[in-house]
């Protein structure tokens, strides 16, 4: 036990120094984006006028709307224990991942069309919410 922790900690600390291994907490930082105060004002503006700003966790299944492309990229909405799953239409429509940290999940599994928004616990509540969205959508 003792010997194994020692050969782990030489190793990763090797692997991480010699081959910038990216570990939790490691990220780049180059995708984070600084707002304005103007822009944080208009954007919780526009987070309270929602006709859905009542109804908990609409403003993160709006958020997640908004990241995968909007409405009208949105083919099928499925979840599990903890991830949303969505099919988009068009995967260059959906945002890089770090818009979607911003929105406060865990992260994003992408494979093809098909994306899973890893929510938690409360996905759902987020699912609920997110169809409210895509039955809101105009034919």
Same mark, same amino acid.
């Given at each position: 036990?003792?010997?194994?922790?020692?050969?782990?900690?030489?190793?990763?600390?090797?692997?991480?120094l010699?081959?910038?291994?990216?570990?939790?907490?490691?990220?780049?930082?180059e995708e984070?984006?600084?707002?304005?105060?103007?822009?944080?004002?208009?954007?919780?503006?526009?987070?309270?006028?929602?006709?859905?700003?009542?109804?908990p966790?609409?403003?993160?299944?709006?958020?997640?709307? %908004? @990241? *995968?492309?909007?409405v &009208?990229?949105?083919?099928?909405?499925?979840?599990?224990?903890?991830?949303? #799953?969505?099919?988009? =239409?068009? %995967? @260059? *429509?959906?945002?890089? &991942?770090?818009?979607?940290?911003?929105?406060?999940?865990?992260?994003?599994? #992408?494979?093809?069309? =098909?994306?899973?928004?890893?929510v938690?616990l &409360?996905?759902?509540?987020?699912?609920?919410?997110?169809?409210?969205?895509?039955?809101?959508?105009?034919?």
């Open positions: 036990g003792f010997a194994f922790s020692g050969i782990y900690f030489f190793v990763f600390r090797f692997a991480i010699k081959y910038d291994l990216k570990t939790p907490g490691r990220e780049d930082a984070v984006k600084m707002y304005s105060k103007q822009e944080y004002r208009d954007k919780q503006a526009k987070k309270n006028a929602g006709a859905l700003a009542d109804i966790y609409a403003v993160s299944a709006a958020h997640y709307m %908004e @990241a *995968l492309g909007g &009208d990229n949105i083919v099928e909405v499925n979840n599990c224990a903890t991830r949303l #799953r969505v099919t988009v =239409a068009d %995967e @260059a *429509l959906v945002a890089p &991942d770090a818009e979607f940290k911003e929105g406060g999940e865990h992260g994003l599994v #992408r494979n093809g069309r =098909a994306f899973q928004v890893i938690g &409360d996905v759902p509540q987020v699912r609920e919410a997110f169809d409210q969205l895509v039955a809101q959508k105009p034919i």
